[in-house]
């Protein structure tokens, strides 16, 4: 059976959409990532929808589904670069994305993710920005 | 290449919506309708495909090129044979949903194109028209 990727990258997880997603490919995603944010201890997912052309409810309602499962185990979601049109049609079609943190692009996101997590505190605290004399 | 002035395909397995999807996306280029336009008919067009497969077991869709007095645009009809819609009204309505969906497929379809209509007869089926024009909106 086909499957999404999920990469390990640090406290996150990150995901790559390429194709655009059928009932099946985007379900058994929910399942990977949720095992995966149990497995790895992730604090975060970070999914990247640029080559997604259209989201309809079923699929809004998957990410929203992946967001409120990654935070019953810990992990924040973020959703990045979603296509205007997609966006717009999203908001006429009436998805709202309830608990699914979005951002522009992954660095944005990245630094959105750091931030939800608190690991961005914790990267200063262990790196001083003036090295201690 | 030009496409046949109408296609049908039926629904009947997730992969079909998939399939309908792609044939929608390369009318609405042929008849050129804005990117963001082609987006709102293939979204409205998958609202309009799952429905029939989660509500009535499937169905037909047919997707024409229009071309009236100057006009271009795309109509897809999704014709099936199931339970029907007891109340159409009720069903227009955001949020409402009998399955387990958002109630956001019928309401939010007709909000995405430029024409839309639904008949009805319970026990007999549901036919949905929808229309998006390459000068509309």
Redesign the interface.
């Known amino acids: 059976m086909e499957r999404i990727p999920i990469l390990k990258m640090g406290p996150f997880l990150l995901v790559t959409i390429q194709v655009?997603l059928?009932?099946?490919l985007a379900l058994g995603l929910e399942q990977d990532l949720v095992n995966m944010v149990s497995k790895t201890g992730a604090r975060g997912v970070l999914i990247e929808i640029s080559a997604v052309?259209?989201?309809?409810?079923?699929m809004?309602?998957i990410i929203g589904n992946i967001a409120s499962m990654s935070r019953i185990m810990g992990a924040e979601t973020v959703v990045v670069g979603m296509?205007?049109?997609?966006a717009?049609?999203l908001v006429?079609?009436?998805?709202t994305l309830q608990g699914v943190h979005t951002a522009l692009d992954v660095e944005k996101g990245m630094d959105l993710l750091l931030n939800k997590t608190g690991l961005d505190q914790l990267q200063k605290q262990e790196e001083p920005d003036e090295p201690a004399e | 290449m030009s496409l046949p002035s109408n296609e049908t395909i039926r629904i009947v397995r997730e992969q079909d919506v998939v399939l309908l999807l792609s044939r929608v996306r390369e009318y609405s280029a042929q008849v050129s309708l804005q990117p963001l336009n082609q987006t709102r008919l293939i979204t409205a067009a998958s609202e309009m495909a799952r429905n029939m497969l989660r509500y009535a077991n499937g169905g037909r869709a047919t997707i024409e090129a229009l071309s009236k007095n100057a006009r271009t645009g795309v109509k897809i009809t999704f014709l099936d044979e199931g339970p029907g819609i007891p109340d159409i009204q009720q069903a227009m309505t955001s949020g409402f949903s009998t399955g387990n969906g958002l109630g956001l497929g019928l309401p939010g379809a007709r909000r995405l194109v430029n024409e839309f209509d639904i008949q009805s007869k319970p026990g007999k089926g549901t036919c949905v028209t929808i229309i998006q024009w390459q000068d509309g909106r």
């Open positions: 655009d059928y009932d099946r052309s259209i989201v309809d409810s079923f809004g309602r296509q205007p049109a997609v717009i049609t006429e079609l009436g998805i």
